[in-house]
């Protein structure tokens, strides 16, 4: 673990990991797009991680969900550990030169990885990427990203598409809870012995695909 990023020993435990978003008053009073703050949770649901994005008003509540944002993660002691990258592109399949890109800094300043969307005419489609931008992974969606009333999973393949390694799962938690607040809930499952910079970069990507698909949804119906 000496080679480890510094704050990313506890990842290399871990098969499964929880992200949740905390819901502002003012946001789900009034629908006012507020900085997204989250916790990132163990199976057990203890705390490992805290993340709040950062960007201004104006990216947030017109750029929405294809704005611009850098999310800062920190342990529960407040140091830095994760940064995540998300610089304004399209999200369009009208335009498949300008595609979702995101960078998944850790410790911040050096690159861990990458998220890059791919094009496909019908599902949604993303690469993971190493540090040197060699494709490691692939993520794969549904066609339809509404629930209705169930989980919806993006499954993580190995890069044959083949084979199913894991998932990141939206969780559907209830008609009150998504309409009032649209709260985010996911899940990460991969192998326990996936290298911590690709979970890390794992973490990055279901940022990115909670903003892509879920953003300004009803989350499941």
Not at 44 to 54: D, P, T
Not at 115 to 142: A, C, H, M, R, Y
Not at 153 to 161: G, S, Y
């Amino acid at each position: 673990t000496h080679n480890l990023p510094p704050g990313l020993e506890y990842l290399n435990q871990l098969d499964q990991i929880i992200i949740h978003q905390q819901v502002e008053l003012l946001e789900a009073i009034l629908g006012t797009e507020t900085s997204s703050k989250y916790e990132i949770k163990n199976h057990l649901g203890h705390r490992v991680y805290f993340a709040i994005e950062e960007n201004d008003c104006f990216d947030r509540n017109l750029c929405s969900p294809i704005r611009s944002f850098t999310i800062r993660i920190a342990d529960n002691m407040g140091r830095e550990v994760i940064r995540v990258i998300r610089p304004l592109r399209c999200n369009s399949c009208w335009f498949p030169c300008f595609l979702q890109e995101l960078e998944v800094q850790s410790p911040p300043g050096t690159t861990a990885g990458y998220v890059v969307q791919n094009w496909d005419p019908f599902l949604p489609k993303f690469t993971i990427q190493n540090q040197s931008k060699e494709d490691v992974l692939k993520i794969i969606g549904p066609y339809a990203t509404c629930g209705c009333f169930e989980d919806v999973d993006f499954e993580v393949k190995a890069l044959n598409e083949m084979t199913t390694i894991g998932k990141i799962s939206k969780y559907w938690s209830g008609f009150v809870n998504n309409v009032f607040t649209n709260t985010a809930n996911f899940g990460i499952q991969v192998p326990v012995d996936l290298d911590v910079r690709m979970k890390a970069v794992m973490i990055g990507a279901c940022f990115l695909i909670d903003l892509m698909f879920f953003e300004n949804s009803l989350d499941g119906l």
